[in-house]
Structures are given as structure tokens and as C-alpha cells.
């Protein structure tokens, strides 16, 4: 027996095991038995994904890329990032740098706390075409970025069986013998589109959509930082991008403002707004009265845990009974 250095890596909800294989130390006569031991969660190291980094004439490195289930994959843009970071922090290439795949010789960049690469052009583009399922015709698209995509559209993404019915797309003999991963996509209200995406090798739905999360709660720069570190209302808006990651239906919110200072308010009232113009429903119980008015459709007023009302915002505010439970009764 011996032992494999390694190093896990995680890009966007997508997460790697890297191994520098430079020296030829991985076994390829059991390597697939290997991929799916040590990608196996809950048994061992457990990864979306296994990335070889090895020796190349042609550019920094070359790199081999296995699923979980230990089959090939031509490409990956997340394990490309994590690959190309992986490589710089360890003395491989240098800040820009260029490494070969099977589809062909990806260029990349490292930043500071992060990494990006140019993926190769999109390719052999089919819209709006049938395919034959157990349930029925489906109209779907498709897309090759070095490897296979079916897009579906969807009214709601949050009720799409990614599993099963992405495992009928992923096997469907229209895409066989090498298969394909599904992206299932909707329009929001804010024009944003929300994606689910089932991922042939993991067999499986993935989670990388952390990015977005980020993005859309306004901390994408901040990707790297650990969250001990962040400012007290950026820790604040990534509690509600944690929520988000769940894609809730209904969002509970308890004091969100507590804390934050007149300027980190406003940002979390512009935040909630936005996730309900994304179509969620949000309960809040909240003190801050101008928050409350600001972006509450139906208000309800407890006082000592008994409720003295209910209404519209305008409704509510001109109700004696919570001028009183604010503001005091008036003595002459």
C-alpha cells in the first residue's frame, strides 16, 4: 500500500478530488475501481469528480477527468478552474496557462482567490426538436461545450423530477452511446434564468449554482473569503443565500435587520424584494416598522402575542391600535 497526495477542490457547488500525476503514481490498471472508492461520499473522500494533472509537451500540463462513476469526460468547466488553480498554487504553471483535454487545448487565468478558463466554442447547436419518453413527446435543445448539454424548458424548475426524468434524457438512445447531461432552465420575473441540471457520471443532480447565490445576493466577490471574516451584514445576506441554496417555495425570515446598521437596511430590503419578484413567498417578523411598510403586501400586528391587525400596509399604519402599541396612548 501507499499513500496518494491529493487535494480537494471545490468550483461552484461542483466538488474535485485533484492529484498531481506527474510521477505516474495512480495506477492506471484499477483506475476506475479506484475513482468510484474514493468519490464515494459517506465512504471515503467522496467528489463530484477525479482530475489527473500530468506531464504535457504541448502546454503547462495535460489532464484526465473521470466522474464519479469512473468513466472519461472530455470536459468540465468547473473541474477546469479547480485544475487550473490547483496548478498554479502548486508550482505547475504559472498565472496564465494553457492545459490539454480531450477537447482540445483550454486556456486559463489565476486570480486572486479564484480562476477562470475559456471553454471551448460551442458546437452542433439543435433547438426545439421531440424526443420520445415514457411520459410523452418532449421538446428539448441541445448543445455541445466540450461536453453534451440538453436544455428543457420549464414553467418552475423547483418542481422538475431532475432525477428521473433527467436520467430518461441522459440514456435516451438520441444521445447515446456517450450520453448527455440535462439542464432544466426557467425565466424569472427579474428576467434571471433559474437552472436545475442533471450530470451524466455523478448520475445525479449537482449543486452548482453557489455562484449564482452570490451573485445574486451581492457578495460574488467574496466567493473565497471565509464567512468568519465577512463584515456582520454581509454574514447577514449569506444566511439568506444559504436559504436560497435550498430553493424554497416560502422563505422565513426572523428579524433580518437586527443588527445592521441604516445603509446595511436598505440592501436587505433591496434583497428581499428581489427574491420576491423571483416568485417566492416570504413571512417576516420584524420590528422595523419602515422595513415592514417597505416591502410587506399583507402585514399582521401581534401585540403580546395577541394579534390587534391585519391588512395592507396602508391599513395597518393608520390603525389606532397600533399607533397606540407604538407610540403610546396619548395623555391629556
Same mark, same amino acid.
Given at each position: 500500500m501507499h499513500t496518494i497526495p491529493f487535494a480537494k477542490m471545490s468550483g461552484t457547488g461542483n466538488d474535485f478530488i485533484v492529484i498531481d500525476n506527474r510521477d505516474g503514481r495512480v495506477d492506471?490498471?484499477?483506475?476506475?475501481?479506484?475513482?468510484?472508492?474514493?468519490?464515494?461520499?459517506?465512504?471515503?473522500?467522496?467528489? +463530484?469528480?477525479?482530475?489527473?494533472?500530468?506531464s504535457c509537451d504541448n502546454a503547462d500540463f495535460r489532464w484526465r477527468f473521470y466522474n464519479s462513476d469512473g468513466s472519461l469526460a472530455e470536459m468540465c468547466g468547473?473541474?477546469?478552474?479547480?485544475?487550473?488553480?490547483?496548478a498554479f498554487l502548486n508550482g505547475?504553471?504559472?498565472?496564465?496557462?494553457?492545459?490539454?483535454?480531450?477537447?482540445?487545448?483550454?486556456?486559463?487565468?489565476?486570480?486572486?482567490?479564484?480562476?477562470?478558463v475559456k471553454i471551448p466554442d460551442p458546437a452542433d447547436l439543435r433547438l426545439n426538436y421531440a424526443i420520445d419518453l415514457e411520459s410523452g413527446p418532449l421538446t428539448v435543445s441541445s448543445i455541445n461545450t466540450g461536453v453534451p448539454h440538453v436544455v428543457v424548458l420549464q414553467d418552475n424548475v423547483d418542481d422538475v423530477d431532475v432525477f428521473?426524468?433527467?436520467?430518461?434524457?441522459?440514456?435516451?438512445?438520441?444521445?447515446?452511446?456517450?450520453?448527455?447531461?440535462?439542464?432544466?432552465?426557467?425565466?424569472?420575473?427579474?428576467?434571471?434564468?433559474?437552472?436545475?441540471?442533471?450530470?451524466?457520471?455523478?448520475?445525479?443532480?449537482?449543486?452548482?449554482?453557489?455562484?449564482?447565490?452570490l451573485k445574486f445576493i451581492g457578495l460574488e466577490e467574496?466567493?473565497?473569503?471565509?464567512?468568519?471574516?465577512l463584515p456582520y451584514g454581509e454574514q447577514r445576506l449569506l444566511e439568506i443565500g444559504i436559504a436560497l441554496a435550498a430553493t424554497p417555495k416560502i422563505l422565513l425570515l426572523d428579524e433580518p435587520s437586527a443588527?445592521?446598521?441604516?445603509?446595511?437596511?436598505?440592501?436587505?430590503?433591496?434583497?428581499i424584494k428581489r427574491i420576491q419578484d423571483t416568485g417566492?413567498?416570504?413571512?417576516?417578523?420584524?420590528?422595523?416598522?419602515?422595513?415592514?411598510?417597505?416591502?410587506? +403586501?399583507?402585514?399582521?400586528?401581534?401585540?403580546?402575542g395577541v394579534k390587534i391587525a391585519e391588512g395592507t400596509p396602508?391599513?395597518?399604519?393608520?390603525?389606532?391600535?397600533?399607533?397606540?402599541?407604538?407610540?403610546g396612548e396619548r395623555r391629556e
Open positions: 492506471d490498471d484499477r483506475l476506475t475501481e479506484f475513482i468510484q472508492k474514493v468519490c464515494r461520499r459517506k465512504m471515503s473522500v467522496g467528489a +463530484d469528480g477525479l482530475i489527473l494533472i500530468e468547473n473541474g477546469a478552474r479547480c485544475a487550473a488553480r490547483f505547475i504553471a504559472g498565472e496564465n496557462l494553457s492545459f490539454e483535454t480531450d477537447a482540445g487545448i483550454i486556456n486559463g487565468q489565476v486570480m486572486d482567490g479564484g480562476a477562470k428521473g426524468l433527467g436520467r430518461q434524457i441522459r440514456y435516451h438512445e438520441t444521445f447515446a452511446p456517450a450520453g448527455t447531461n440535462v439542464n432544466f432552465i426557467c425565466q424569472q420575473k427579474t428576467g434571471h434564468l433559474a437552472i436545475r441540471t442533471y450530470e451524466r457520471g455523478v448520475e445525479n443532480e449537482t449543486l452548482a449554482k453557489s455562484n449564482d447565490i467574496k466567493a473565497m473569503a471565509e464567512a468568519k471574516n443588527g445592521l446598521n441604516e445603509v446595511e437596511t436598505w440592501e436587505m430590503m433591496d434583497l417566492i413567498t416570504i413571512l417576516l417578523v420584524e420590528h422595523d416598522m419602515k422595513l415592514v411598510m417597505g416591502i410587506s +403586501d399583507r402585514i399582521i400586528v401581534l401585540n403580546f396602508a391599513a395597518v399604519m393608520s390603525n389606532p391600535k397600533v399607533i397606540t402599541a407604538y407610540l
